[in-house]
């Protein structure tokens, strides 16, 4: 069974434009979180969906905004960007049932310039 | 407010060793507590989970210890193995409808031959 995938890898922006970014989930799962990753920071929770709706929200401004589709595929976008934006960005799906296993994808690393 | 206190930072060992890594939490509402190993430039990979009901889970090398009532929770990596060498995350997820994990800082493993 392929993993989660993520495109593009790697994006390089100018400070004021914006960004969007995707996740196509392990097959079968209907539960897609994403995650910022910065040395500073840590793994930082930004939003959770599942059956298309925004299940939770961590705390990132209204710049940050996701959205998922009937296939389960999953796309955050990063309006407005700051120089402060540059990440790796992780998704993770899941079953989302008691079987609670996240699984990760490779990230996009995000560089704002 | 940082819920998960991951320590040490980081962790030299030599080949044949063990490693400790120890988490400690403060949400009582947690119920799920996976352990990720990240290479640098991959996702995190999923290494091992336990829930509170069980004190040790061992999977080959890898064993995890709980102690619910001291709200902590350790991995420790038997016959420590150069290829070991990668950043350790442990994570937390409280019971609930929601599949946000609450992450440690990471632990950086180097396990010298």
């Known amino acids: 069974k392929a993993g989660v995938t993520q495109t593009p890898r790697y994006l390089i922006k100018t400070r004021g434009q914006q960004v969007t970014l995707s996740c196509s989930p392990i097959s079968g799962h209907r539960s897609v979180s994403w995650y910022q990753q910065t040395p500073g920071q840590g793994l930082q929770f930004l939003f959770e969906?599942?059956?298309?709706?925004?299940?939770n929200k961590g705390n990132f401004p209204g710049r940050f905004s996701g959205r998922q589709f009937s296939n389960s595929r999953s796309e955050m976008n990063v309006s407005t960007l700051e120089l402060g934006d540059s990440a790796l960005y992780l998704c993770?799906?899941?079953?989302?049932?008691?079987?609670?296993?996240?699984?990760f994808g490779p990230g996009t690393r995000l560089t704002v310039t | 407010q940082q819920q998960v206190k991951q320590s040490p930072q980081s962790l030299i060992v030599q080949k044949g060793g063990i490693s400790i890594i120890n988490c400690a939490y403060e949400?009582?509402?947690?119920?799920?507590f996976p352990w990720y190993q990240q290479f640098p430039g991959k996702g995190p990979a999923l290494l091992i989970a336990?829930?509170?009901?069980?004190s040790e889970k061992k999977e080959g090398r890898f064993t995890i210890s709980f102690n619910k009532s001291a709200k902590q929770f350790s991995l420790h990596i038997m016959d420590s193995q150069p290829g070991d060498s990668a950043t350790y995350f442990c994570?937390?997820?409280?019971?609930?409808?929601?599949?946000?994990?609450?992450f440690g800082k990471g632990t950086k493993l180097t396990v010298n031959p």
């Open positions: 993770a799906s899941s079953l989302s049932t008691l079987g609670y296993e996240q699984y």
């Open positions: 994570a937390a997820k409280a019971q609930g409808g929601s599949e946000k994990l609450v």
């Open positions: 949400n009582t509402a947690f119920d799920y």
């Open positions: 336990i829930r509170p009901d069980v």
């Open positions: 969906y599942f059956s298309e709706t925004q299940r």
